[in-house]
């Protein structure tokens, strides 16, 4: 992975989603101290990249089986956005 904190790079996309997902409640809550929210905000992003970055590599395992006029099998890769 890129230059991801070890501890964020070795999260499932589950967990890295709920930290961010509790990481963006607290900032809109808007009670945290400036540098506990820019700390929270730096977290957050690194967390948004590596979810990026699992759903990028879930998308490239995926392929769509197609058929082609003469029953020829084959796949291509999936287009899911």
Known sequence: MTD???DIAQMSFEDALAELERIV???????????DAIRHYE????LKRH???????????????????????????ARLD
């Not at 979810?51 to 990028?56: D, G, H, P, S, T």
């Open 4 to 6: 991801l904190p070890a």
């Open 43 to 46: 977290r957050g992003t690194l």
């Open 51 to 77: 979810c990026e970055l699992k759903l990028r590599e879930a998308q490239a395992k995926i392929d769509r089986i197609t058929v082609a006029a003469d029953g020829t099998v084959g796949a291509e890769p």
């Open 25 to 35: 409640r607290q900032l809109e809550e808007g009670k945290a101290k400036l540098d």
